[in-house]
């Protein structure tokens, strides 16, 4: 596995290359444009060159946008959703435009109505996201969620269906998150519970689908439901947790982007990422 971190884009989008090199990260994912906004952002020819170059003379694996916080494809506010659904395009479009790989997106709740009902309308922002990728590389990838509130994506069952959905359009994904699987019960603590989820993901869904995962530890219990990161080792999964996942074979051509709060709070750090980077390299020296 090679290692990134969600960065900071703020002050040019370029920078979002200069914070992953400060880190030593072999990948980067941030937003594009303020996540609490729901303006999608378009970037200056001059500004998306700028990040290309900077990209590749970084040598940077695999860029990954972020969608925003806000948007909700299960929603049943029809405004509410056509924000969203307009905000996921954007999103796709600034990808391609800036030459990352691809786009990660929290589905959504269905709000209490059910998951058929919800599974109907993200079927539909899919299909308005694919049409905007068209020939484009750029892979939509569905984000496995911890499971309060409605939210879509829990089960491994839950995002084949939304696959299912869009008829198993080989431009969607998967990002699977180790904070969000603790929480929703899938057990990854033991090298022998890791492979037992791989067995149950590939079953489902395939592992050809999946495309990157989100190191994050957890500070709620297994099963909580509640999605709360921690710093890596420091939470309910442990250091040791993260050793087998970083260096497992099927993971091994795969980008882990960490999403953690920060030794001092302010997100992904040089902390973090050293302690992602001594458990491959330690597992390398053995």
Known sequence: MYLGAHVRASGGVWTAIEHGVELGCEAVQFFAGSPRTWRPMVYKDADAARFREARAAASLRFVVIHTIYLINLATTNDDFYEKSVTSLVGAVAAAEQLGAEAVVNHTGSHQGAGFAEGLERVRRAFARALVEVGDSAVKVLIE???????????????????????????????????????????????????ENLLSDFDRVVGLERLVMLHLNDSLTPLGSNRDRHANIGEGELGLDAFAPVVNHPAFADLPGITEVPGVDGHGPDKENMQRLFSLRTAAREV
């Open 144 to 194: 496995n969620t911890a499971g309060a509130g409605g939210t879509m994506g829990v089960t491994f069952e839950e995002i084949r269906a939304i696959i299912d959905a869009v008829d198993g359009d080989p431009r969607v994904g998967v990002c699977l998150d180790t904070c969000h699987l603790h929480a929703a019960g899938y057990d990854l603590r033991t090298p022998s519970a890791l």
